[in-house]
Nanobody, 127 residues
């Protein structure tokens, strides 16, 4: 059974940086597109960044383009999200997700494409 475990959340001031990591166990990372979603209480979960199975294509929500970078290491079964120049509106619970298949990243922009989810990690950006 595939499991995803996130780490790296925390509190940061506006303009600062955080790096989230997600480790996959029970499977092979290169069988999955990987994504980071985020969710505020009372709101729907929204896609933040996606990388396809081999890392050659990626997708970013408009709200994070130019500030966030998603990377993956298939040999280590890990995916990361580097978040720079953070804003208070980035405050949310961030979830790592794995979606099976080998399509380009823009195929995987909705939650329904994903079979496995991590437990989430809180990111709080203070103004």
């Amino acid at each position: 059974q595939v499991q995803l475990v996130e780490s790296g959340g925390g509190l940061v001031q506006a303009g600062g940086s955080l790096r989230l990591s997600c480790a996959l166990s029970g499977g092979h990372l290169n069988d999955y597109a990987m994504a980071w979603f985020r969710q505020d209480p009372g709101k729907e979960r929204e896609v933040t960044a996606v990388v396809n199975w081999n890392g050659l294509t990626s997708y970013y929500a408009d709200s994070v383009k130019g500030r966030f970078t998603i990377t993956r290491d298939n040999a280590e079964n890990t995916v990361s999200l580097e978040m720079n120049n953070q804003k208070p509106e980035d405050t949310a619970i961030y979830f790592c997700a794995a979606g099976p298949g080998y399509r380009s990243a823009d195929y995987y922009t909705t939650a329904g494409r994903y079979d496995y989810w991590g437990q989430g990690t809180q990111v709080t950006v203070s103004s």
